[in-house]
Structures are given as C-alpha cells and as structure tokens.
C-alpha cells in the first residue's frame, strides 16, 4: 500500500502548458553502467527530456505504450507525459532536461517547440532510430553540450542553446526523412496544437479554437484532416481522454475530481464520454488497468 500511495503522488492533477517551479532550467545526465536515472514508478515533470541510448536495453514506458531502449535510439519527452524508465544496467548514453524559458530565452519566435513533430502530444511517434552517421552527429552535439555544461562559465548558456537549436534541427530533418507530413508544419494547425496543449481541461468546443485562430470552425478542421488526417474536434476528445486515461491510471483522484478538473460540469457526462471513446467506463478502466 505504501509503494501504490507513492506511486499515486508522482502524477499530479495538473496543466503542464507552463513553466513552474518545479521546472528544471536545464541539467545533461550522462547514462553508464549505473542506473543513476532508472525508475520503476510513472512520473512525469514540467520540462523537456532527450534521451540518446547509445547501448540500449530495458523498455521505456511512454503514455500507455512500451518501447525497447535500443541501440543509438533517441527518445523524446514533453512536459506532463507520463513515463517510466528500466534501464539494463549496460545500457549508456546522455539525458538532456530543459525548460521552455531556458529554451526561449534567446528566442524571438515563442512556439518553435510546437513546430517540432515529435514534442507536445503532436504525433505519437517519440522516439527516433538513427543510422551510424547520423548517431555520430548527435552524440558530437551531445559531448559539446555536456562540455559546455561543465567546463565553461563565460557564454555557457548561449552556447548550449545553440548546440539544442541544432539537435532539435536535426532529430527534425530525420523525423521529415523517416516519418514526417509536410502539412503538420501548417501555421494554423501549429497553433491550434499549443492552444488545444494550453486549454484542453477548459475549452471542449471547435469554436473556441476557431475563433482564437479567427478561421471558422469548418477551416480549421479541414486544416487538422489536411495534417493529421482527424477533425478538430477528433483531436479535441482525443487529448482530453489522453489525460483522463493518465488520471484514472496513475492516481488515486476520484472520478468525480477528475471530471471536474477537465471541466465536466456533471461526472456522469464525464462517464458518458469516456465511455463513447474507450468503450469501458473510467471505474472499469481503471480497475483494468
């Protein structure tokens, strides 16, 4: 009992659109023999995690999803994901921890990140293989971070920023080679993903997003079908079961809290919806799961 209420307590109830104290501004974690990071308990933080494994081994719990921790993988991790890292002991590589201020802080442009595929629940693709050439590129670029990060005092943070510019840059053009959509880096779609990311517990209406964007309902979600082939409101419903089903999983809130954090004026439409979308009630989902 005393694991499951720790357990409990590591996914707060919470909107992990904005910095916070608990935010880490930036930190890089090198991955050896020792399993310095492993956690067999679901957790999830206000900051950006990179993972490149050089040696893999052991899974990575991601939403829901389990992946194996293979050889010079890189894996991606937003703010409010719940994961869970079991490293095999052999396993090596580097981790890099960052806040959306530390990422902005030289940056005129505000959403970079969201026009980044595999950040902020915009695709459920989060982790990258890379072939010998391109592992070698970003480990350079992690090894310069990492020597940055603990040798230098004068310019330290422009230059990490850079060196991070240049990783996501990268991780970017091999999302595009491998896996990418053109469409996703639609203006308006990239908006609509950081407002949907901001509001989701709040707003349930295409209107709403429709209206902030100043397009009418019927072209913003000819946008998301033209990106992501799903209506607005399919990416609605879809974000908003995403954290109840992290709720009802990793919590001991209640139904009804639940409901009422994602702004369900009555518990039982909250059961209605989940229902409709997942096909068990939250009170079954959560007793299976």
């Known amino acids: 009992m005393g694991h499951y209420m720790e357990e409990q307590k590591t996914i707060p109830i919470h909107n992990f659109s904005k910095d916070d104290i608990s935010s880490i501004t930036f930190k890089i974690i090198k991955l050896g023999g020792k399993a310095e990071y492993d956690t067999s308990i679901p957790h999830r933080h206000n900051y950006y995690e ?17 992946f194996e921790i293979k050889d010079k993988s890189i894996h991606f991790i937003s703010p409010g994901q719940v994961h869970r890292v079991n490293r095999k002991t052999g396993s090596s590589g580097y981790i890099i921890l960052f806040s959306r201020d530390f990422f902005y802080s030289n940056s005129v442009n505000k959403s970079i990140l969201f026009d980044i595929p595999f950040l902020n629940n915009n695709t459920s693709e989060f982790i990258l293989s890379t072939n010998n050439i391109e592992f070698i590129q970003l480990k350079e670029i992690f090894e310069n971070i990492a020597f940055e990060y603990l040798n230098t005092k004068q310019y330290q943070q422009e230059a990490i920023l850079s060196y991070l510019n240049l990783l996501l840059l990268n991780c970017k053009r091999m999302f595009d080679k491998n896996i990418g959509n053109k469409e996703i880096y639609n203006d308006n779609f990239q908006k609509f993903r950081k407002l949907l990311e901001a509001e989701f517990d709040k707003n349930h209406l295409v209107i709403h997003y429709a209206e902030k964007l100043g397009i009418t309902e019927k072209q913003l979600s000819i946008i998301t079908k033209r990106a992501v082939g799903k209506t607005a409101l399919e990416l609605i419903h879809e974000r908003i079961i995403l954290e109840a089903k992290r709720l009802l999983k990793y919590t001991n809130h209640n139904i009804k809290e639940i409901a009422f954090f994602l702004s369900f004026d009555d518990p039982s439409h909250f059961g209605k919806f989940f229902k409709n979308s997942v096909g068990l009630t939250p009170n079954d989902f959560r007793k299976q799961n």
Do not use: C
Request: aromatic share 18%; no cysteine.
């Open 50 to 66: 990179i993972f490149l494994f050089e040696k893999g081994g052991g899974l990575h719990s991601i939403d829901f999803k389990e």
